[in-house]
């Protein structure tokens, strides 16, 4: 038992709870313990196994996810973005590929424009649940971005040209049957947020752009560096244009095969990529073109 990590039990604890949409209050009342006590086991404070197996039943996930030992899986965005604030939070590496690029890179204007493409997606019966999980999804994206301009992680960010074009093309929209005029104004906010990107490969230190000439996969993945462990996620949500929040199952991990994998081919990536000004000169011709 000396060996277990009780602070990072104590954040999956957090994680699932959040995306069950559970207080506190709720999870106290039905174990039986205070309040203060479930903000100790989040806080990492030894917790018994007896009491791990109860939260785990009430969590709905295996015992061996809380603990470390098997994947995590996340059956909605609000606890896996949660998951990611708590790993990015203690990262000094994150090595992401995200379609068209990491939500951390866009501009402060994104984030309006991001909850209008959300309300264009949604379909004629939206429910209540997803309503609210949407905006405490909004909430925690904002605290990612806030995190990293606090803390500022090295990201190393795999970005396909290829799809920074297409962004460009559709523009900022949650759907494409919208008025010309609309979709006029979102290709213009598309094009200034790449242009914040290569601002920032000016202008941030602590940001390294790989482009490569070459569509991705669908599924977008961070592998984060942390000093006494590395994780992979995984994931089927989408940042950009025509977004999806609410549809899909994400995966956390800490497997060495999972990590070693995801390395390698990130590593095979970056090796057919260019970065720096160089990139920022292909971002800029692709620029000029359209």
């Given at each position: 038992?000396?060996?277990?990590?009780?602070s990072a039990i104590?954040?999956?604890?957090?994680?699932?709870?959040?995306?069950?949409?559970?207080?506190?209050?709720?999870?106290?009342?039905?174990?039986?313990?205070?309040?203060?006590?479930?903000?100790?086991?989040?806080?990492?404070?030894?917790?018994?196994l007896d009491t791990?197996?109860?939260?785990?039943?009430?969590?709905?996930?295996?015992?061996?996810?809380l603990l470390g030992?098997?994947?995590?899986?996340?059956?909605?965005?609000?606890?896996?973005?949660?998951?990611?604030?708590?790993?990015?939070?203690?990262?000094?590496?994150?090595?992401?590929?995200?379609?068209?690029?990491?939500?951390?890179?866009?501009?402060?204007?994104?984030?309006?424009?991001?909850?209008?493409?959300?309300?264009?997606?949604?379909?004629?019966?939206?429910?209540?649940?997803?309503?609210?999980?949407?905006?405490?999804?909004?909430?925690?994206?904002?605290?990612?971005?806030?995190?990293?301009?606090?803390?500022?992680?090295?990201?190393?960010?795999?970005?396909?040209?290829?799809?920074?074009?297409?962004?460009?093309?559709?523009?900022?929209?949650?759907?494409?049957?919208?008025?010309?005029?609309?979709?006029?104004?979102?290709?213009?906010?598309?094009?200034?947020?790449?242009?914040?990107?290569?601002?920032?490969?000016?202008?941030?230190?602590?940001?390294?752009?790989?482009?490569?000439?070459?569509?991705?996969?669908?599924?977008?993945?961070?592998?984060?560096?942390?000093?006494?462990?590395?994780?992979?996620?995984?994931?089927?949500?989408?940042?950009?244009?025509?977004?999806?929040?609410?549809?899909?199952?994400?995966?956390?991990?800490?497997?060495?095969?999972?990590?070693?994998?995801?390395?390698?081919?990130?590593?095979?990536?970056?090796?057919?990529?260019?970065?720096?000004?160089?990139?920022?000169?292909?971002?800029?011709?692709?620029?000029?073109?359209?």
């Open positions: 038992m000396s060996q277990i990590d009780y104590g954040e999956r604890l957090r994680a699932y709870r959040i995306g069950r949409q559970l207080s506190a209050n709720q999870i106290a009342k039905q174990l039986g313990i205070s309040r203060a006590a479930v903000y100790r086991l989040e806080h990492g404070i030894v917790v018994k791990l197996d109860r939260l785990a039943h009430l969590l709905k996930v295996p015992i061996n996810s030992s098997e994947t995590e899986y996340f059956d909605n965005s609000l606890g896996y973005f949660e998951r990611m604030h708590q790993l990015e939070a203690k990262s000094t590496k994150v090595v992401s590929y995200f379609d068209p690029f990491s939500y951390l890179l866009t501009s402060d204007q994104y984030f309006d424009y991001f909850l209008r493409m959300l309300q264009e997606a949604r379909p004629q019966h939206f429910p209540v649940e997803a309503q609210v999980i949407q905006k405490k999804t909004l909430d925690i994206l904002y605290r990612r971005k806030e995190t990293f301009t606090k803390i500022n992680f090295e990201i190393n960010s795999i970005v396909s040209i290829r799809q920074i074009e297409r962004f460009l093309h559709i523009g900022l929209v949650g759907r494409l049957d919208l008025p010309a005029s609309t979709r006029m104004e979102r290709a213009l906010q598309a094009r200034r947020e790449v242009e914040h990107l290569i601002c920032q490969i000016e202008q941030n230190p602590h940001l390294n752009i790989y482009l490569v000439d070459e569509l991705l996969p669908n599924l977008t993945f961070q592998i984060f560096y942390q000093p006494t462990a590395s994780y992979v996620a995984v994931s089927p949500y989408r940042l950009g244009e025509l977004p999806n929040i609410h549809c899909g199952i994400a995966s956390v991990t800490s497997s060495t095969e999972a990590v070693d994998m995801h390395k390698h081919m990130a590593n095979e990536l970056i090796a057919r990529s260019v970065s720096g000004e160089e990139a920022r000169q292909q971002i800029l011709r692709l620029l000029a073109k359209l």
